[in-house]
């Protein structure tokens, strides 16, 4: 049973427009929520993080919104660029450290020039 | 600052067989975590280490097992290799225990024949 889904396994964006990156979870007890970027022969890339004290953080072009009461969070991208094209994790910990994370299955984000 | 390194990058074993994969963790970095990562399950945390000990576990049978050494060095052993054990594992580390900023490997591509 997935506790982090990230349903949309691929998504193609035009250069310059918002990335909108989705992922659900099911375990409330969850309190803290993380992104990683991964391309192709390398390891994930630590990306952003939210606290679930918080709705929103913010980095540069990168915001992740947290709504508890839907056990949803979104990543958005703006503007997006046609480096930022690689594949999207989605984690979630309640255990107080990252030997507890539970993972997405990532999504595949294209941006085209 | 060199990054997390993983050795092998490939390796070919056949059912029955164990493996030893190796982890080289950033400098200063004391916690290594191993990930495994395969098309149908995404990511999945195998353990965790800490200053050599096991921090913490993974829902992987007793086949998974890994240890830390004293320079935070850390290798993982599959024994008894089963075709389904066919992934890409990941090394990642990180200051601490209590940081969910890890810094991933490249990964070792492990086929099982």
């Known amino acids: 049973d997935q506790q982090v889904k990230q349903n949309s396994p691929s998504l193609s964006v035009q250069e310059g427009r918002i990335s909108i990156l989705n992922c659900d979870y099911t375990n409330s007890m969850f309190d803290y929520f993380l992104w990683y970027k991964k391309y192709p022969a390398e390891g994930p890339t630590f990306l952003i993080s939210?606290?679930?004290?918080?709705d929103k953080n913010e980095d540069g072009r990168f915001t992740v919104f947290l709504n508890k009461s839907a056990k949803h969070l979104s990543l958005h991208i703006v503007p997006s660029q046609p480096g930022d094209s690689a594949v999207y994790f989605c984690?979630?910990?309640?255990?107080?450290?990252?030997?507890?994370?539970?993972f997405g299955k990532g999504t595949k984000l294209s941006v085209k020039p | 600052k060199a990054g997390v390194t993983q050795t092998p990058r490939y390796l070919i074993k056949t059912r029955g067989q164990q493996v030893t994969l190796s982890c080289s963790p950033i400098s200063g970095h004391r916690s290594v975590s191993w990930y495994q990562q395969t098309p149908g399950q995404g990511l999945q945390f195998l353990f965790e280490?800490?200053?050599?000990?096991?921090?913490n576990k993974g829902n992987f049978p007793g086949r998974f097992s890994g240890r830390q050494f004293s320079n935070s060095r850390s290798e993982m052993n599959v024994s008894t290799l089963e075709l389904g054990d066919s992934a890409l594992y990941l090394c990642?580390?990180?200051?601490?225990?209590?940081?969910?900023?890890?810094?991933f490997g490249p990964g070792t591509r492990l086929t099982v024949t």
């Open positions: 984690a979630a910990d309640y255990g107080g450290s990252q030997g507890n994370l539970i």
């Open positions: 280490y800490f200053s050599e000990t096991q921090r």
């Open positions: 939210i606290s679930s004290i918080k």
């Open positions: 990642a580390s990180s200051f601490n225990s209590a940081t969910y900023e890890q810094y």
